[in-house]
């Protein structure tokens, strides 16, 4: 079974995109032995299917929602993995110079949210994504959209919400928020049940262990 499956090198455009998966990717398996990328067609086809059917993991960010096609193929990629009950998560990763941050553009930023079961969101990133700049507001908001487990990466430390519960793990060392994330869907991944049947604890301990070994 693949770990992860990474939408975002659907298009030459997408290559500041295709640098922000590929280190998730390589956090979860340096040798991509266990992740899979989809096609570069304008829809899904069959090997896309296959992919996605096998995957535990469906990955991307916001890249991909700037033009069609590659909005409505990601669309259809959220839909099959939902189908599939892939875990979907959602970094979104807004670069100003993509995006001109009006009210049609913010929808379709936060119109992968209700899909999605991770979300992982910058400081910067949250009155856009939520409309609401407090951290644990914002993880309230979207928390009530369905999301089950939201990390805000914060400058000493990171916010976790899971189901009901909210936690912070504090740190003085920097952390890559890509690496982070790709080794929590790593750890994700490689347990061998269902989100809804990982614990906090779980989710805590893989947290702490990932920030002693790859924080600097």
């Known amino acids: 079974m693949q770990k992860l499956v990474v ?41 896309d299917k296959a992919l996605l059917k096998n995957a535990k993991i469906l990955h991307f960010g916001s890249s991909p929602l700037k033009d069609e096609p590659a909005r409505s193929n ?62 644990e507001a914002a993880t309230y908001v979207l928390a009530d959209q369905g999301v089950r487990l939201i990390f805000v990466m914060l400058n000493d430390g990171v916010l976790v ?24 869907l790593g750890r994700i991944a490689e347990a061998k049940r269902p989100l809804r049947q990982i614990s906090t604890d779980d989710i805590m301990e893989w947290m702490e262990s990932i920030i002693a070994f790859s924080c600097k």
């Not at 975002?8 to 266990?34: M, N, Q, T, W």
């Not at 919400?161 to 929590?184: A, P, T, Y």
């Open 161 to 184: 919400r899971f189901g009901r519960d909210q936690r912070k793990i504090s740190f003085n060392e920097i952390c890559d928020s890509d690496v982070f994330l790709g080794k929590i």
């Open 7 to 47: 939408f975002g090198d659907a298009h030459p455009f997408l290559y500041s995109e295709y640098l922000i998966v590929k280190r998730i990717a390589d956090a979860v398996d340096p040798r991509h032995e266990k992740t899979g990328f989809l096609s570069k067609e304008y829809f899904l086809t069959d090997d």
């Open 74 to 135: 990601l669309y259809q990629a959220i839909d099959f993995a939902a189908e599939q009950n892939t875990i979907i998560s959602y970094t979104p990763r807004i670069d100003p110079a993509q995006w001109q941050l009006h009210d049609d553009n913010l929808r379709i930023l936060r119109s992968p949210i209700i899909t999605a079961d991770i979300v992982q969101l910058l400081p910067e990133e949250l009155f856009f994504l939520t409309g609401e700049s407090e951290p």
